[in-house]
C-alpha cells in the first residue's frame, strides 16, 4: 500500500480533486504555499536551554514572542494561502544568558471546532460562504498575525476577528477578550498602538459593521487607557472598502492608510477572493483625532496608487504636522489577490520597489487633498521596527527587513525564497538635522542560503534612544531550520552578538514583540491579587446573537437589527 500512488497512479490517494478537498486523509497540498520552509510544521512542545553560538547579553531579561500561520488540518480548497493558517505562538524566554523555547496554538473557536472535526470546516481566507454549514455562526478568525503584551495577557489577533488572550507564562488560551465587555465589534486590529507617555492602547477596527463579512466601509476607533477603562469611540465611513493593516499614532491623531486592496461581497458569494487589487485607486490616508472627534472631523487625503507596508514612525512636528513614515511598494505586493480577471503575477511583484516613504500631512488640510511624500528612501524592504519608547515621538532610528538582489543567493540549495528575498537585517538613522533627507545605512547579510523574518527591539535599561538589542528569527533555508539572532542594534555589521539554535523549523511568521520579564512578573502579581485573573469575553458577539435568534447572518439581509454593534455607524461615545 505504501506504494501504491507509484504503482497505480490511477488510483490516486491525493486529497484533492479539481481544487477541493476530497476524504479525511490526512495530507497537504502539493503547492509552493505548503512546502519548503512553509510546509507546516504542527508543533507543540518546550525546549529548555538553546544551543548558543556567542554569549547571549547577560542584561536581556524577557521574552521574545512572536506568532505564525500554520495550518492544524489540510485545508478545504487545494489553493489556500498562507495567510489562513492557524495562529501558532512561540515565546523564546531568555534570562542570565540562557534561553527557553516554548510553542502553543492559539485556541480560537475555530481551531476549537476543526480539532473535535478532525479536519478543516472552515474555507478560502475570509469568506464564510466556502465554510462547512456546520459551522456558521462561529468566530472564524485564526489570530495569526501579532501577539501583544497588555495588562498581564497577550493578545494574539487578526483583523478579521476578535483578539483572543493567552497566559504570558504557560502560553495557554483563556478565551477570546473583549475587553470586560467594553469592544463588541465583529473586527480588531492586529496592530494595535501603545502611547509610552501615557500607557493607552489605541487601536481600532475595519469591517466593523455587521459580521465582519459584509465589506462594507464601518471603522470604529478605541482608545483604552492604562486601567483598561474604554475611554473614546468613534464609528466613521472609509471612502471605499478596502484593507487597513497597520496604523501609526502621534500625541493627538491616528493614521489609518487605505490600501486600493478592495473587498467585494459579490465576489465572496460567488466563492472567489476576499480582495482584489485595484490598480487604477488612490492610496489613501485617514486622519483621526485620538480625543474628542466626530465623524466629520476625519480626514482623508489622497496620493498616487500605490500598496502600504508597516509603519515605522509617527509623530508631529512644530508646525502641528504629522510626519508619517513607513514602506510603500509600486504595486501589488499580495499578487494572489490579482485585480478582476486577472491571474496572480508572482514575477510582476519580484520587479516592485518599495522605499521608504516620509509624508507630513497638515491635518488642517481638506479631505481629498492630494500628498507627496517629502522623502523615499530607497530601503527596499518591509517589517519597520523602531525603538518603542519613541512612539508619538521624534525619532531617529528603524529597522527593517531589506531585499538585497545584489547579493548572492543559493538557488540550487535553497529553491524559491519562501516569503521573499528578505536576505538583510538593515538599521537606518535619519538625518536629524534635516527631516527632509536621508541618513546613514548599517547592514548585516544572512548569507546566500539564509532569510530573516521580522526583528524585534530589546531597549537597554537607561538607554538613549536604539540603545539595546534588535532580535529576529533566521530561517536556514538550504536546512529548513531556524536561528534566533541577537544584534546590538545600532551596529549590525559588527555581527551577531549570539545566534540560538533551534532543532527544528518554524513557519514564517508575521509579527512579535519582546516584553521584559520584569513587566510580565508585576502583572502576574496583580492578576493573582485585588485586579484578579483575565475574564474572557462572556457574551456571544452582538452578529452571533442575531443569528442564533434569526437562524440567518446578518449579511444575507445587509445588517443586525439595522444597527451597527449596538451603535448607528455615524455615532461616538
Not at 512542545?45 to 512572536?66: M, S
Request: aromatic share 12%; net charge negative; glycine share 10%.
Amino acid at each position: 500500500m505504501a506504494h501504491l500512488e507509484a504503482l497505480a497512479p490511477e488510483v490516486s490517494l491525493y486529497p484533492y480533486s479539481n481544487g477541493k478537498r476530497t476524504g479525511s486523509r490526512i495530507k497537504f497540498p502539493d503547492t509552493l504555499a505548503f512546502s519548503g520552509m512553509n510546509k507546516p510544521a504542527r508543533f507543540e512542545g518546550d525546549i529548555v536551554d538553546l544551543e548558543v553560538t556567542g554569549e547571549i547579553p547577560r542584561d536581556i531579561n524577557g521574552t521574545f514572542y512572536r506568532v505564525q500561520p500554520d495550518h492544524r488540518y489540510p485545508p478545504m480548497f487545494e489553493d489556500d494561502i498562507h495567510f489562513n493558517g492557524d495562529g501558532a505562538v512561540t515565546a523564546i524566554q531568555i534570562k542570565d544568558g540562557h534561553a527557553n523555547f516554548k510553542q502553543r496554538y492559539v485556541r480560537t473557536d475555530k481551531f476549537l471546532k476543526e480539532e473535535e472535526a478532525k479536519q478543516a470546516l472552515f474555507g478560502r481566507y475570509r469568506n464564510p460562504y466556502t465554510d462547512n454549514e456546520s459551522i456558521k455562526g462561529v468566530i472564524r478568525t485564526v489570530s495569526n498575525t501579532n501577539i501583544t503584551f497588555w495588562r498581564g495577557m497577550l493578545l494574539a489577533s487578526k483583523e478579521d476577528g476578535p483578539p483572543y488572550a493567552m497566559d504570558p507564562v504557560t502560553l495557554e488560551t483563556i478565551g477570546r477578550y473583549d475587553f470586560e465587555g467594553q469592544i463588541t465589534a465583529p473586527t480588531f486590529t492586529a496592530h494595535p498602538k501603545f502611547d509610552p507617555d501615557t500607557g493607552e492602547m489605541i487601536c481600532f477596527a475595519y469591517e466593523a459593521g455587521t459580521d465582519g463579512s459584509d465589506c462594507e466601509v464601518d471603522i470604529v476607533s478605541w482608545t483604552i487607557d492604562a486601567d483598561g477603562r474604554k475611554t473614546e469611540e468613534l464609528w466613521f465611513k472609509a471612502p471605499f472598502a478596502g484593507m487597513i493593516h497597520d496604523c501609526g499614532i502621534s500625541k493627538n491623531y491616528l493614521v489609518l492608510p487605505l490600501t486600493p486592496l478592495k473587498m467585494s461581497l459579490e465576489r465572496l458569494k460567488a466563492g472567489g477572493n476576499k480582495f482584489a487589487w485595484d490598480p487604477n485607486e488612490d492610496q489613501v490616508y485617514g486622519i483621526v483625532p485620538r480625543r474628542g472627534g466626530k465623524p466629520e472631523d476625519v480626514k482623508w487625503f489622497r496620493a498616487d496608487n500605490g500598496f502600504h507596508g508597516h509603519v515605522a514612525g509617527c509623530y508631529e512636528n512644530d508646525d502641528g504636522h504629522v510626519i508619517f513614515d513607513l514602506t510603500v511598494a509600486d504595486g501589488n505586493v499580495f499578487f494572489w489577490f490579482p485585480p478582476d480577471g486577472e491571474k496572480p503575477d508572482l514575477a510582476g511583484r519580484q520587479r516592485l520597489s518599495s522605499p521608504t516613504c516620509r509624508w507630513v500631512f497638515d491635518p488642517s488640510a481638506k479631505s481629498g487633498t492630494r500628498f507627496k511624500p517629502t522623502v523615499e528612501w530607497t530601503t527596499s524592504g518591509e517589517f519597520s521596527r523602531i525603538d518603542d519608547r519613541y512612539v508619538t515621538k521624534k525619532y531617529s532610528h528603524f529597522w527593517q527587513l531589506r531585499v538585497d538582489p545584489t547579493r548572492p543567493y543559493d538557488f540550487a540549495r535553497c529553491g524559491p525564497p519562501a516569503g521573499g528575498l528578505f536576505n538583510c537585517m538593515a538599521h537606518y538613522t535619519w538625518d536629524t538635522s534635516d527631516p527632509d533627507k536621508t541618513g546613514t545605512e548599517d547592514v548585516w547579510f544572512a548569507g546566500p542560503t539564509a532569510t530573516f523574518q521580522e526583528p524585534v527591539f530589546i531597549p537597554k535599561d537607561g538607554g538613549a534612544e536604539g540603545e539595546g538589542y534588535l532580535a529576529a528569527l533566521k530561517n536556514n533555508l538550504d536546512e529548513l531550520r531556524n536561528d534566533v539572532v541577537i544584534w546590538d542594534a545600532l551596529n549590525l555589521a559588527k555581527g551577531p552578538l549570539a545566534t540560538l539554535h533551534l532543532p527544528l523549523r518554524l513557519r514564517l511568521g508575521f509579527h512579535g514583540n519582546f516584553v521584559d520579564e520584569r513587566d510580565i512578573e508585576a502583572w502576574r502579581e496583580r492578576r493573582a491579587g485585588d485586579l484578579g485573573p483575565v475574564q474572557p469575553a462572556k457574551e456571544p458577539l452582538p452578529w452571533q446573537k442575531a443569528f442564533a435568534e434569526s437562524g440567518v447572518r446578518g449579511r444575507h439581509n445587509g445588517a443586525v437589527n439595522g444597527t451597527t454593534n449596538g451603535h448607528e455607524t455615524n455615532g461616538s461615545l
